[in-house]
Every structure is written in C-alpha cells, then in structure tokens.
C-alpha cells in the first residue's frame, strides 16, 4: 500500500539499515510511526473475524499468531496457579481481517469465525455452528 | 636466499617439516617462507614442500624455485626424476634411503654428478618415534649437512616447537634427530 | 574470562593462523562457519582455541555458507560481534545474505581466503570471489602476506563497528600464496589488541527486548532506492575512517597502510596496478627493471570497496602507460581492475595508455620473470606514445598466444 505522503522522509533521513523500532521512547511506552498501532491497516479489511469467549480455551494461538497484535487480553492465573493471558476482544482498529487467528484457533467448533463486516457480533454470535 | 625444496608422499610431514624448519630459522633473525604446493591429492600422493630463508623480507610469491638443497623423505621418491628438475651442479641432495650411497647412484641415475647424502630417515623414525615420519630425522640430517645453524641452537628451538606433542613423542623425535645427525653420509 | 594467549614478538604463522589469532584477540561474540579450502585452517585454529580456552564467545557450526552468513547476521543483529570465514563456492553460496547483513548495516568481519570458482573446480588462489562480492555493499580490505592478513583482520573489526561506517568488512588473501604460506608475523599482544579494537558498541540490538525492532523490513519502489543511495553514501564516506584506523594501527604497530599502496611511483614512466601476494612478487620484477633502465612502479588499491578511483587517478597522473593485472577471469569484457583504474583515469581527464593482463587463474605460479614480460610491453607503449601491444593479454598460459583488442 501507498505510504501516506507525510511519512515519505529523503534518503538522508531513511532508518538505519531500514531497522524499524517499535517504540520511539521505549521508556514509556510512545509508539513510534513504524508500530502496528499508528500504521493502521484496518481499512482493509472487507471480512472480520467475531470471537467467541463462551467456545474458547485460551491456548493464545490467535495472540501470538496475528500480524497485527489485534487481541485484547488480560493476565489471570489459571487452574493450575500459573500465569496466562485471557483472550477478552479482538482491536477491529488494527484488524486487516486475513484470517490468520480463524485458521490457528484449535477447538473443535472454531472460537473464531470470519463475518461480513455489516453483520453486528451478537448477531454472528447467534448464527455460531452448534454440535450436531 | 636459501631456497629447500621437499619431496614427500602427503602424510609423511614434509610440510610440518618445513613449517618446523622455517621456525627455527624465524629465531635466528631470518625472514623465513615455508610453503607447499597441494594438490587435491590425499594421503600417500607425490607432493612437495618448500622453505626461502634470507636476510630480508622475502616477498617473492611464485612457487618456482632453484633450489640450494632437494630434502626426499620418501625412498620411493628418490627414483623419479622429478627430483633433480630446476636443480643445478651445486644443488646438494639429501634423500632417505636404506641402501648405501654407490647402490642408489648405480640405480638412480639422474642423481650421478649430483651432491648426494644418504640417510635412512624411515629406518630411525620408526625405531626412535615407532612410526615413518622420516621429517624431523631429514632436519637432523640437513643441519649436519648444511651447518646453517649450530646443532645445539637447533636442538633447543626444535624442543620447544615439539612442546605441544607428548613427552614420549619429543624424546623420540629428539633421539631420531640427534641419529641423522650422526648417520648421516 | 578467556586465558591470554602467549605470544613471542615474532610467530611464523601462515595467513590462516594470523587471520585466526586475529578473531580469537578481537573476543567475537559469534562464530558461526561452514569450512571450506582453503580457508578451513581459520575456522579449526579458532574452535581450538575456543575449545583450549582463549576464547569467551560461541562457536556455531552450521550446515551451509548459507546458513553461517545467516546466522552471522541474526547474531550481529542481536547485538554481538560476529565473524566467520569462507572461499570459493561457500562465498558464492554466501552472496545472498550478504547483501542482506551489508543493508541491515551489521559490522560483520569476513576472513576471505580468495580462491578459483568452479567450473572446473580448483581450491587454489584467484580473485574470483573477491570480484563475486564487489557489488554487495561491503568494504573489502586486501592483504598480501601472513602479517597484513593478521593487520587487516584487527582494521577490520574497528572500521565496520566505528559509528561513522557501521557496514561488514571482508579480509582477503590469496588462498594457498598467503593462506599456507608460514612467514615471520609480529602479533600484538592480546591485550594491546583487543584495545585497540575496543569494545563492540551494539546498535539497535535485537535482544534489547525492552526495545523491539524491525529487521528485514520490506520496502518497495517509494523506500528502496533513498535505502540503497543512504547505504552507498555511507562506503562512499568510509574511507575518511578507514584512513584513520590505519594511521591508528601505526602508532601501535609500527607497520603503516594506505587506502592505495605504491612502490616507487614517484618518478615511474609506467605502472603496474596489481592486488594481492603478486603485487609483492612484482616489487622484485620493478627492481630487477629498474636495474635495465626502465622507470616502472607499482600500485595496489589495498581497499578495492569503496574503490579510492580519486587517489587511484591522483597517484598515475605522471604516469604514460598503465598495465592493470586482474587476477579474476574477466569473461566477456576486460578485468574488472582494469576498468576500475581506467574509469579512475578518465573521470580525471587522464589519458595514461591502458592495458589489461589476465594472470595466476585457480593459483598459476606468477613469477618475477613473468611481471617482468608485462613491464617490458608496457614500456613498449609509453615509448611509441600509443598502444602497441594487445588490449588484453594473458600471463603464463599454455598454447599459441591468446589475446583480445
Ligand atoms: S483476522 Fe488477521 S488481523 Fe484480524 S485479528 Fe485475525 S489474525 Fe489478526
Ligand atoms: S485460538 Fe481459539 S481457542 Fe485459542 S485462544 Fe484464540 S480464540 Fe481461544
């Protein structure tokens, strides 16, 4: 895709060695214009993906699996007392909706499925395969 | 400039020889060269070895030579012309063998009016080392020859370049050393 | 922490060994190799003394050239200093991934041991994959003896890390002539070493994760090219710093470089323009001319990236003819020595009669004798004012005459 024109710097002023940092002040936490986060590709998406907490085991493959670090999690601790994150929401902000999360999600009927973007989610929800 | 050239079968350690040769001369203050020319050949294949010794740095890189001395730790060698190329009246031979100097002349003629010194470089390696790797008697031998340096200088710096390998094989290499030099003809 | 290594003011090492001592003073972080003739002597000498304990860093041994490159560049991404070593078809199996590490800007040190490509295959010395690399963005230093191949390796390191260069340098010798060759070499000691280099500054390190970055990034059409020109200006700008590490170099060693060497140029009527250990041998072959009356010198870029065409045109100005001797074959066109030096000449109005001579193929012996032929038909030329001999002539080959105008 077309780089938005004010991002486009001379070739003095390229990155180093075209290496992209995420953060421009790591200390705090200030995303630089190279993160996910500020180069958003979300218009291109013409498919979403609709999560469904009731089905999911939160194995975290749809986190580490997406391009686009579009999972919204929370840090709980789990049966066995350790640490985990729980799946909680997909960002539709950062989304492109290529499907990758639907194609790793492992339970038997998917916790993730693909949707026309004008179907609203509860509405997806209700259309969720049931076990035959 | 000193110019030896080597005939071995690769394995019998004519480049370590020459290597060993060079370092010894290294400590005296010479700019030294100790090279070989490989081919793809393996174990048991004709190769040669060289050493340059001189005053100055030596900057010469062709492998090609007229060399002052022909050092063959091989016996086999000893019978192939290759030997005597590039040589001249004055090039002094020292080649390993176990027969005696006028039964390898009568044999190998291409050695007859040649400067030529015998040494049975196998028989010592095997009886003072337990294996034929004639090249530390053939530097023994060369230094009686060549008087280039002292024996005893020589003994001391051969000692210490040999300090890597076990006690055993030191003494042996030592002893096989000090016999070419007494053995040499 | 790694022992010290004892060394005596003079070793007899051959240019493998030298190259070795120098990667073991440097303390690498990463090794990572796949041996091969006639370079596998570097490679062994470091994992002994890794193995002996005179080396703190990782040793990686992997299953291709490919791959060593590759995990030199994910090991100096990381944030480490890196050094391998390679030949001939390992360079050539190399070349992909060197572009990659010369764009990422990663100061990786190559020891290149120069060797004949295949076909027909050969492990002896020729600039064949020297000239493989000449485009992929990587200075390349040269080295004509065991005692330069130690020097320029210890160079190496402090040019590619210095912040102004930030770019991977390659090390060459000729493989065998230099490689196999034991000569005296007065090594620093370890510690005189290793300062002089000075302590590896990462930049951008990967394993910082509280700073996660980007590497490898794709850029198209509207990035590539302000990439690419950025990366060329930072060659272009290395000489300036590699001038300084050598007079550096000098201080502590005593032994003096120079981004083009010469050899009694000053007053020479015609020149020879040669890399690598037959430059040495052409010394004697001027000495010897010179004995006859014909007034011939030397000139050897001993950096051939960034080519220094400026110095290159400034030091033939008074010279009538020029032979350029590539040690590569040229295939399809002249040596790539020759039209380095005759851009040089022409971008400076200069017009010095040029010659190319094709010579030591897959490590044919080259002898005084032989350069000495070359000086004489260049002297040909300077005397009749215009070229009289062939463009491209052909040094120590078997049969009827091969030559091309
Ligand atoms: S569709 Fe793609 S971008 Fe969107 S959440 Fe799934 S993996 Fe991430
Ligand atoms: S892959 Fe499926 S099951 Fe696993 S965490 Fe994501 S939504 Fe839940």
């Known amino acids: ?132 | 400039m000193l110019q030896i050239r080597w005939h071995s079968r690769a394995g019998q350690g004519a480049v370590t020889g020459a290597k060993a040769l060079a370092d010894v001369m290294a400590r005296t203050g010479k700019y030294v060269q100790a090279y070989s020319v490989y081919g793809a050949e393996k174990r048991g294949a004709p190769m040669t070895a060289y050493d340059k010794i001189d005053d100055k740095p030596i900057l010469d890189h062709s492998k090609w030579m007229i060399p002052d001395y022909v050092l063959v730790i091989d016996p086999s060698l000893v019978f192939q012309e290759e030997i005597v190329e590039n040589t001249t009246d004055d090039t002094v031979f020292i080649v390993t063998s176990h027969l005696d100097k006028d039964d390898l002349l009568a044999m190998a003629k291409h050695l007859q009016g040649k400067k030529v010194y015998v040494i049975d470089a196998i028989k010592i390696s095997q009886e003072e080392i337990g294996r034929a790797i004639p090249n530390t008697p053939m530097l023994g031998a060369f230094i009686k020859v060549s008087e280039i340096i002292p024996f005893e200088d020589f003994l001391v710096s051969i000692e210490d370049i040999l300090s890597k390998f076990p006690k055993k094989i030191i003494e042996g290499n030592l002893r096989a050393i000090k016999r070419a030099y007494e053995e040499v003809k | ?405």
């Open chain 3, 1 to 405: 922490m790694a022992q010290k290594y004892e060394l005596k003011s003079k070793e007899v090492w051959d240019g493998n060994m030298a190259a070795a001592h120098a990667l073991r003073q440097a303390q690498v972080d990463v090794v990572a190799a796949y041996p091969i003739t006639p370079s596998t002597p570097i490679v062994q000498n470091y994992a002994q003394f890794l193995a002996d304990g005179y080396v703190d860093g990782e040793f990686v041994m992997v299953e291709s050239e490919h791959s060593a490159m590759s995990a030199c560049v994910g090991a100096a991404a990381a944030g480490g200093r890196v050094a391998t070593a390679t030949s001939s078809q390992g360079y050539a199996l190399m070349v992909e991934v060197l572009y990659q590490a010369s764009g990422m800007r990663l100061p990786i040190v190559m020891t290149v041991v120069n060797r004949a490509l295949a076909s027909p295959l050969n492990i002896h010395g020729d600039h064949s994959d020297l000239y493989l690399g000449r485009d992929a963005g990587w200075i390349h230093l040269i080295a004509n003896n065991p005692q330069e191949a130690y020097d320029m390796t210890l160079c190496a390191f402090k040019i590619a890390e210095d912040e102004r260069v930030r770019l991977p340098v390659t090390t060459n010798q000729d493989g065998f002539l230099v490689s196999h060759t034991a000569q005296v070499v007065k090594p620093l000691q370890d510690e005189d070493a290793y300062k002089f280099i000075g302590e590896y500054k990462p930049l951008n390190p990967m394993l910082d994760t509280k700073n996660p970055v980007t590497y490898g990034a794709q850029t198209e059409e509207e990035w590539h090219f302000e990439h690419k020109a950025n990366q060329h200006k930072a060659l272009m700008d290395s000489p300036a710093v590699i001038k300084e590490v050598f007079d550096e170099f000098e201080k502590i060693s005593g032994r003096k470089y120079n981004l083009v060497e010469t050899y009694k140029l000053d007053d020479a009527d015609i020149a020879l323009v040669l890399m690598g250990s037959a430059y040495e041998t052409a010394i004697l072959a001027v000495d010897k001319a010179r004995e006859e009356g014909i007034k011939v010198g030397l000139l050897m870029p001993r950096v051939f990236r960034p080519f220094p065409y400026n110095e290159v045109a400034e030091k033939l100005k008074n010279v009538k003819a020029v032979a350029a001797l590539d040690r590569s074959a040229p295939m399809g066109t002249t040596g790539a020595l020759y039209n380095e030096v005759a851009g040089a000449l022409a971008a400076n109005g200069q017009s010095a009669i040029m010659t190319n001579y094709i010579y030591g193929l897959g490590g044919r012996d080259t002898t005084v004798e032989h350069i000495l032929d070359v000086i004489k038909e260049t002297n040909e030329n300077a005397k009749a004012g215009k070229r009289v001999t062939d463009l491209q002539g052909f040094i120590n080959l078997r049969g009827p005459k091969l030559s091309f105008n």
């Open chain 1, 1 to 132: 895709m077309a780089t938005p024109k004010e991002m486009l710097t001379t070739w003095d002023k390229v990155q180093f060695g075209a290496v992209l940092p995420s953060f421009e002040d790591p200390e705090h936490k200030k995303r630089s214009k190279f993160h996910s986060y500020n180069y958003s590709v979300a218009d291109w998406r013409v498919e979403k993906p609709v999560f469904n907490r009731d089905l999911c085991i939160d194995c975290d493959f749809c986190w580490v699996s997406c391009p686009d670090s579009c999972f919204i999690v929370e840090e709980v601790v789990n049966k066995r007392g350790k640490k985990q994150a729980k799946i909680v929401g997909i960002n539709y902000n950062l989304c492109k909706g290529c499907g990758v999360c639907v194609e790793v999600c492992p339970t038997p009927i998917k916790s993730l499925l693909m949707f026309p973007e004008y179907v609203d989610n509860d509405e997806a929800l209700k259309q969720w395969p049931k076990k035959d």
